[in-house]
């Protein structure tokens, strides 16, 4: 089942927020995250909140068919909190579970409810997260006229063993496919999304994964390395001794293997784990969280973070619609952060960029001990900015605990 919930303070019933998150709200980017929760299969290894039709039973309020205008209740809440200075929405993600089990128009309506609320910027990114098995070439030319921008299909794998071992299920090419039919549509980016080091994956598993990927043309690849979440039927696959876990040399390896056929075929990784072809088409919405800037989160379970505050909806689709309905906030809890806090943060999520981290959010004892770092050949130092190597990549996670104090 889906991960719980963290602990925080209560979440007022209005929604409301404290006036220094408010503080500056017009001068600063907008971005909306739409979680749609449905799934027509769980995956062995994701512990994402999502729902297959099974799980949710007969309750009319936690299915498909209402769900955008429940969506669309919250935006309504967004923009009573929020209030008139909120400034025009940059980017827009939906992502899931599977957005387009949902038909192109209830996205649609989604994303209408977003531009008449807050209004989109000339230049926004509308992104929609996609199985390639759940939409055709119709759909896409659909969620085009609608207003997306930009499609994310889950590819995983190329290779038939590895996609059984994680349960996904789709044709042979299909997601190569999905490129092509939304690059016909007109969608200015394309990416696909890969995983790596599966139990039983080899290494030459793994290279034709990337050169299906790279065949296929998209103008966005995000490669992550599988985390075996606790509560997932794969973790239980791996506490039996069903499956054996994949070592940390092994990921390294395909993780070095993608960066070298990546790079020869014209992407530059911006982030740990994704690569793309020019500026271009990096994923904006996504650098919103690197840099810790402004999202409302729509939907179960969905987080946002406003001015220093970040909260946290309740899971269940029909509790997250009885509240809605009731004019309640579906908000679970929330934490405001420190200053502190807010420059940890910093350290850990800017470092995984490719511009890196301004050496002036470190405290002096944090950079003095960016000279060891450098001469490790973990990251390289200059024009006052921390910048990970690709060694630094492989290990980013130590090197934030090197430097933090």
Same mark, same amino acid.
């Given at each position: 089942?889906?991960?719980?919930?963290?602990?925080?303070?209560?979440?007022?019933?209005?929604?409301?927020?404290?006036?220094?998150?408010?503080?500056?709200?017009?001068?600063?980017?907008?971005?909306?995250?739409?979680?749609?929760?449905?799934?027509?299969?769980?995956?062995?290894?994701?512990?994402?909140?999502?729902?297959?039709?099974?799980?949710?039973?007969?309750?009319?309020?936690?299915?498909?068919?209402?769900?955008?205008?429940?969506?669309?209740?919250?935006?309504?809440?967004?923009?009573?909190?929020?209030?008139?200075?909120?400034?025009?929405?940059?980017?827009?993600?939906?992502?899931?579970?599977?957005?387009?089990?949902?038909?192109?128009?209830?996205?649609?309506?989604?994303?209408?409810?977003?531009?008449?609320?807050?209004?989109?910027?000339?230049?926004?990114?509308?992104?929609?997260?996609?199985?390639?098995?759940?939409?055709?070439?119709?759909?896409?030319?659909?969620?085009?006229?609608?207003?997306?921008?930009?499609?994310?299909?889950?590819?995983?794998?190329?290779?038939?063993?590895?996609?059984?071992?994680?349960?996904?299920?789709?044709?042979?090419?299909?997601?190569?496919?999905?490129?092509?039919?939304?690059?016909?549509?007109?969608?200015?980016?394309?990416?696909?999304?890969?995983?790596?080091?599966?139990?039983?994956?080899?290494?030459?598993?793994? %290279?034709?994964?990337?050169?299906?990927?790279?065949? %296929?043309?998209?103008?966005?690849?995000?490669?992550?390395?599988?985390?075996?979440?606790?509560?997932?039927?794969?973790?239980?696959?791996?506490?039996?001794?069903?499956?054996?876990?994949?070592?940390?040399?092994?990921?390294?390896?395909?993780?070095?293997?993608?960066?070298?056929?990546?790079?020869?075929?014209?992407?530059?990784?911006?982030?740990?784990?994704?690569?793309?072809?020019?500026?271009?088409?990096?994923?904006?919405?996504?650098?919103?969280?690197?840099?810790?800037?402004?999202?409302?989160?729509?939907?179960?379970?969905?987080?946002?973070?406003?001015?220093?505050?970040?909260?946290?909806?309740?899971?269940?689709?029909?509790?997250?619609? %009885?509240?809605?309905?009731?004019?309640?906030?579906?908000?679970?809890?929330?934490?405001?952060?420190?200053?502190?806090?807010?420059?940890?943060?910093?350290?850990?999520?800017?470092?995984?960029?490719?511009?890196?981290?301004?050496?002036?959010?470190?405290?002096?004892?944090?950079?003095?001990?960016?000279?060891?770092?450098?001469?490790?050949?973990?990251?390289?130092?200059?024009?006052?900015?921390?910048?990970?190597?690709?060694?630094?990549?492989?290990?980013?996670?130590?090197?934030?605990?090197?430097?933090?104090?």
């Amino acid at each position: 089942m889906p991960s719980a919930l963290p602990e925080g303070a209560p979440a007022p019933a209005d929604g409301s927020l404290p006036a220094s998150a408010l503080e500056g709200m017009g001068q600063r980017p907008l971005s909306v995250y739409l979680h749609v929760p449905f799934c027509r299969t769980r995956c062995g290894y994701c512990d994402f909140n999502t729902y297959t039709a099974t799980e949710l039973g007969p309750d009319p309020g936690a299915g498909q068919a209402g769900y955008a205008r429940t969506a669309v209740a919250e935006l309504e809440l967004a923009a009573r909190v929020l209030g008139p200075e909120a400034p025009a929405v940059s980017t827009v993600f939906v992502g899931g579970g599977t957005p387009t089990l949902l038909p192109p128009d209830d996205l649609g309506a989604m994303l209408a409810g977003v531009r008449d609320r807050f209004g989109l910027t000339d230049d926004a990114e509308v992104t929609t997260e996609s199985n390639p098995e759940s939409i055709d070439a119709a759909g896409l030319a659909r969620l085009r006229e609608l207003g997306f921008t930009r499609v994310s299909f889950g590819m995983q794998s190329a290779v038939p063993h590895v996609l059984a071992t994680l349960d996904r299920v789709h044709s042979p090419g299909r997601p190569q496919q999905a490129v092509v039919e939304a690059r016909a549509a007109g969608f200015a980016s394309t990416s696909l999304d890969l995983i790596y080091g599966t139990p039983g994956e080899s290494l030459a598993d793994w %290279a034709a994964s990337l050169d299906a990927a790279i065949a %296929a043309g998209p103008d966005h690849v995000s490669a992550y390395a599988l985390i075996v979440e606790e509560g997932t039927r794969l973790a239980g696959q791996v506490r039996r001794g069903e499956v054996a876990m994949t070592d940390d040399d092994d990921l390294a390896d395909k993780y070095l293997l993608a960066e070298e056929r990546l790079t020869a075929a014209g992407y530059a990784a911006y982030e740990v784990s994704n690569w793309a072809r020019g500026c271009e088409h990096r994923c904006r919405h996504n650098l919103v969280y690197w840099r810790g800037h402004d999202w409302w989160g729509v939907g179960p379970g969905a987080h946002s973070h406003v001015g220093g505050v970040r909260w946290w909806n309740v899971k269940h689709p029909a509790a997250y619609a %009885a509240r809605l309905g009731g004019g309640v906030s579906p908000a679970y809890a929330r934490e405001t952060l420190t200053a502190e806090d807010r420059r940890v943060e910093r350290v850990l999520l800017e470092l995984r960029l490719s511009e890196g981290l301004e050496l002036g959010v470190l405290t002096p004892s944090e950079r003095r001990r960016v000279p060891d770092l450098v001469a490790r050949g973990l990251a390289t130092s200059a024009d006052g900015r921390l910048v990970l190597t690709l060694t630094g990549r492989l290990l980013a996670d130590g090197v934030v605990r090197d430097l933090l104090d």
